[in-house]
């Protein structure tokens, strides 16, 4: 468990990415529109991910760097998937 705020707070975003993650792939399975709606919310989620996370790597030492890291990956990987969701796909012609 973290012991800077810095870190809990990045303990705190990183749950809310996996709630992001568990409902996108639930929404896959009853909705594809639905998860791409879910996805593109992540515009807001993944940058403050990505602030907490390194700011966590930062104050944290010792075995608690484990969630700052954590939580910087899966914000990257939520950018990543809303940026190849908003500029990857051509509904159309």
């Known amino acids: 468990m973290p012991r800077t705020n810095m870190g809990k707070i990045s303990f705190a975003m990183l749950l809310i990415l996996i709630i992001q993650i568990i409902s996108i792939v639930n929404m896959l399975f009853i909705n594809g529109l639905g998860a791409l709606t879910i996805i593109l919310y992540s515009f807001v989620t993944a940058p403050l991910g990505l602030l907490f996370g390194i700011g ?35 509904f159309g012609g």
């Open 56 to 90: 966590g790597i930062v104050k944290e030492t010792g075995s608690s760097l484990i969630v700052p890291w954590l939580t910087t990956t899966v914000s990257a990987i939520m950018l990543a998937l809303f940026l190849i969701t908003l500029f990857g796909f051509s």
